[in-house]
């Protein structure tokens, strides 16, 4: 959801006008016209500060995005000894290499 319509829907949600909600505010009609519409993109410290003047407060959070990467795994190749990491990481390109629809290896000639 874009900052303008957060603000468009709290400002209907609480009655108030685009005029009343910029005299309160110290700006004009004009200018919360303009972050509802998102012409203009307000920072976090404006919009927190126009929710508030409504009887809200904004809410940032974040998380952590999946990556789709399996950390038990990572977690247990660091249990291995470095020359077994060494050994699994070697088989596992040598895996790749085979699996290429051209398999070469480095240093090789045909």
Known sequence: MSPGVLLRQARRRHRVSQHS??????TTQSAISR???DRISPS???LGE??????EDLVVESEERNTGIDRTLNEAQLDLSPSSRLDYGLAFANQVIEMSPNPKRPGWSE
Not at 21 to 26: E, I, K, S, V
């Open 44 to 46: 976090f410290e404006t």
């Open 50 to 55: 126009l929710l508030y003047l409504l009887g």
């Open 35 to 37: 972050i509802e519409r």
């Open 21 to 26: 909600l910029a005299t309160r505010a110290g």
